[in-house]
């Protein structure tokens, strides 16, 4: 059974810095190139990062580029996403999911193979 489990949420200040986790089991988690999507509340899915299988292609939306990390650790099955000078707009529950790139940064659910249950993020003082 594909298990796609996130971490590191939680109540931060503007300004402040979140480490998101996603711990995958159940396939071969070095064969997939592996993203971050988030929903703000009232919002649709918004697709923020991608890596490719190996580590070595990143994208991110304009949005989080500069502020905003991917990456992974094939040997730990685990995706990450370290997320520095965070603002309000931020705030989200923020998926990983397994998946092919995606054709635009508005995406659904059926877009990637395997959705994590989310993590929520909020940005707030």
């Known amino acids: 059974e594909v298990q796609l489990v996130e971490s590191g949420g939680g109540l931060v200040q503007p300004g402040g810095s979140l480490r998101l986790s996603c711990a995958a089991s159940?396939?071969?988690?070095?064969?997939?190139?592996m993203h971050w999507v988030r929903q703000a509340p009232g919002k649709g899915l918004e697709w923020v990062s991608g890596?490719?299988?190996?580590?070595?292609?990143?994208d991110y939306i304009k949005s989080v580029k500069g502020r905003f990390t991917i990456s992974r650790d094939n040997a730990k099955n685990t995706l990450y996403l370290q997320m520095n000078s965070l603002n309000p707009e931020d705030t989200a529950v923020y998926y990983c999911?397994?998946?092919?790139?995606?054709?635009?940064?508005?995406?659904?659910?059926?877009?990637?193979?395997?959705w994590g249950q989310g993590t929520q993020v909020t940005v707030s003082s």
């Open positions: 999911a397994k998946g092919p790139f995606p054709r635009s940064t508005t995406v659904s659910r059926t877009d990637f193979g395997a």
């Open positions: 890596i490719n299988s190996a580590g070595y292609t990143l």
């Open positions: 159940g396939f071969t988690f070095s064969g997939y190139a």
